[in-house]
């Protein structure tokens, strides 16, 4: 039992952040509240709007690739998105307190597209990652509330 305890303490519980944002592109599924796994409804949204999105039958999309390199259980670098909303910029994670933020250097959306524009006001305040290969939530702050960006694998 005594060499078990040496075992364990040499044990990371951070993630393995290079893996998780920069193996593959993601792509948008939703924004939703914490904990809901469906759309928000954000005020003024049209019904229109959210069918545009759908991931499954809309027209609309936002891919995210992200590269980088770690340093330790912190990974910086570049990000570029892609489809209805473009936007390209710089990141970090931090795979101990899933700590995100990026600083979005240009970015662009329909005037129109009310979730287009919020994916991107969405990025400019992100604070805070979860997930791993197969899921990303990218968490922000939103009218007091705590919303995410929920995002798949695209390929």
């Known amino acids: 039992m005594a060499l078990i305890f040496p075992l364990l303490g040499g044990c990371t ?13 993601w792509k948008l599924s939703y924004i939703s509240q914490d904990k809901l796994g469906h759309w928000y409804k954000f005020p003024n949204v049209s019904d229109s709007n959210y069918e545009a999105w759908d991931a499954r039958t809309g027209t609309k999309s936002f891919i995210l690739n992200f590269q980088g390199t770690p ?3 912190v990974i910086t670098g570049s990000f570029t998105g892609s489809g209805s909303v473009t936007a390209n910029g710089t990141w970090t994670a931090n795979g101990e307190n899933n700590k ?5 250097k240009s970015g662009n959306a ?18 805070a990652y979860a997930g791993d290969t197969k899921y990303l939530y990218i968490y922000f702050t939103y009218n007091k509330e705590r919303l995410y960006l929920a995002f798949v694998p695209a390929n």
């Open 110 to 127: 329909d005037p129109n597209d009310k979730i287009g524009n919020e994916i991107l006001s969405a990025l400019k305040v992100a604070d």
């Open 100 to 104: 995100f933020s990026a600083n979005v």
């Open 71 to 73: 340093t330790d259980d």
């Open 13 to 25: 519980l951070s993630d393995d952040v290079q893996a998780i944002f920069t193996d593959h592109a």
